[in-house]
């Protein structure tokens, strides 16, 4: 058995306390939500926080609210709660189909989109998507509040740009435009269990039903230290008309996007073929989408 | 510090004092004595430490006693109706699902919570439901038929 180092358990019932006691310990205290990330690295020796505070109990923290242009997702809203939403599943496809391949379903009943985010592990699932569809995060702390983009807000492995003194409390996705479509791509060893050995999010736009790509938005994951844009393969797709050669020539241009690293899970070499293969899948099948076949 | 927590298992309420460092694995088995949830990996990748947790199957290793303070749990101690299995048990057992027992209670638990939300799964959506437990004597074709059996007699 892994046994976890002591530490102080602090449960707050409202966002102001939670803030105010995160401020309090200084650098000491550490948030809990699902625990599936945290517990497994204090079990392992690498974290000992002073003190985990647990959102579990503030309202308001873990539903899905619209906004003016779009959904802000609660940040401790569990993932197959997340799976659970029609909305979800119809408007932001991509998302759901990223949840539905985290962890196992038992992993899925505690992990919460807030700690994937924060926790911010190069192979994550769920940043690629958002990242595709544009979120925005925002972060709490006492008196203040701040909005950053998700592309701003990770920095790299198990880094971010969160204060020690800050909560994220939700997440800001636009509801997407008319003919868009998106995927998300995840290639794994096994359908379970599994981080991923590459991954890829989609998001495309046409200006018409027939029309040019108006904003296209490619992510790779597992490939580089974060989730990362294919910047040439992005400006290569936007203002053209979506052909099957357009799309191979992003895909190709995708794979000289990344940087990844050789591991036990995949070479460097296999990594860059597979992102040329997937970026294709993913365009066409973010193309069908628009096309409603 | 202790803290003083109120646990409801299998329907009856338990009063206990834990460290915040203990998981509810640990508890269960420790101080509860209900043995039953098994502690494999301790790190949320095997299931042998299945509970359910307010409706929703979960890896009790990584969930902390305090956290869950007041609530639900499940264990596979009390899927039974006393002397009588409860219809996933009797369809792994006679299935032959059964070879060491460790992922049992797991695959159990897992099962259970699929069968009362979809009473009729496919064979994916069963393989998908138990795919977060782990059974090292790999008897995974006896337990998806028991599964699907349990499903039948449980319609009936
Ligand atoms: C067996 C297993 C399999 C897994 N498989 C996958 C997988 O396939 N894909 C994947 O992406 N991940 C996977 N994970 C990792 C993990 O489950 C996810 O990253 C999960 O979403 C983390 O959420 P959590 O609520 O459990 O975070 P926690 O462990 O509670 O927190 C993680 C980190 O985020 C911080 N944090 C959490 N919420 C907030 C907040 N609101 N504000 C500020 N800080 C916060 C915590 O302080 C901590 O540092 C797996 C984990 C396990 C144990
Ligand atoms: S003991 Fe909890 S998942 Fe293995
Ligand atoms: S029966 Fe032995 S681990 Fe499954």
Redesign the interface.
């Given at each position: 058995?892994?046994?976890?180092?002591?530490?102080?358990?602090y449960?707050a019932y409202d966002m102001g306390e939670a803030c105010k006691v995160l401020a309090e310990m200084k650098s000491e205290g550490k948030i809990?939500a699902?625990?599936?990330d945290i517990?497994?690295n204090m079990?392992k020796g690498l974290l000992s926080p002073k003190c985990?505070i647990?959102l579990?109990r503030i309202p308001g923290l873990s539903g899905i609210e619209p906004t003016s242009g779009g959904i802000a997702i609660g940040s401790n809203l569990i993932v197959?709660k997340l799976l659970e939403f029609d909305l979800i599943r119809k408007k932001y496809n991509l998302l759901s189909k990223a949840a539905s391949v985290l962890?196992?379903?038992?992993?899925r009943?505690?992990a919460t989109i807030g700690g994937n985010i924060v926790t911010a592990r190069p192979a994550a699932d769920l940043p690629p998507p958002l990242m595709a569809m544009g979120a925005r995060v925002v972060l709490k702390s006492k008196g203040k509040e701040r909005e950053l983009a998700l592309d701003d807000f990770l920095v790299g492995p198990g880094q971010t740009k969160i204060k020690s003194t800050e909560i994220l409390v939700s997440i800001i996705v636009d509801e997407p435009p008319p003919f868009t479509g998106g995927d998300y791509i995840k290639l794994m060893h096994r359908?379970?269990?599994e981080i991923a050995i590459v991954a890829v999010a989609v998001q495309i736009t046409l200006d018409g039903p027939d029309g040019s790509i108006k904003n296209a938005r490619v992510i790779l994951s597992s490939v580089a230290p974060k989730a990362i844009h294919a910047v040439s393969a992005e400006k290569v797709l936007i203002g053209e008309k979506p052909t099957e050669k357009l799309f191979k020539k992003a895909a190709a241009l995708a794979s000289t996007d990344c940087t990844p690293i050789t591991d036990i899970r995949g070479g460097a070499q296999y990594r860059c073929a597979m992102v040329e293969t997937l970026t294709h899948r993913a365009l066409s099948a973010a193309l069908r989408q628009i096309k409603g076949k | 510090m202790k803290r003083i927590i109120t646990l409801n298992v299998n329907e009856k309420e338990y009063e206990v004092a834990v460290a915040p460092n203990r998981t509810l694995a640990q508890v269960l088995r420790e101080d509860l004595n209900l043995l039953g949830t098994k502690i494999g990996c301790d790190m949320g990748d095997c299931g042998a430490c299945t509970v359910i947790l307010d409706d929703r199957p979960v890896n009790s290793c990584l969930v902390l006693a305090v956290q869950a303070n007041e609530r639900k749990i499940t264990t596979i101690e009390g899927v039974a109706d006393g002397p009588h299995l409860h219809p996933v048990q009797q369809a792994f057992v006679e299935h032959g699902a059964i070879q060491c027992g460790f992922c049992s209670p797991g695959m159990i638990l897992s099962a259970k919570s699929l069968l009362e939300k979809n009473s009729k799964p496919t064979e994916y959506e069963i393989r998908e439901a138990l795919s977060g437990n782990l059974c090292r004597c790999t008897g995974y074709q006896k337990i998806v038929e028991a599964v699907k059996a349990a499903s039948q007699t449980m319609k009936k």
């Open positions: 058995m892994h046994l976890l180092p002591k530490f102080d358990f449960e809990i699902g625990g599936t517990m497994v079990k985990l647990s579990a197959s962890g196992s379903p038992l992993i009943n505690r359908n379970a269990l | -």
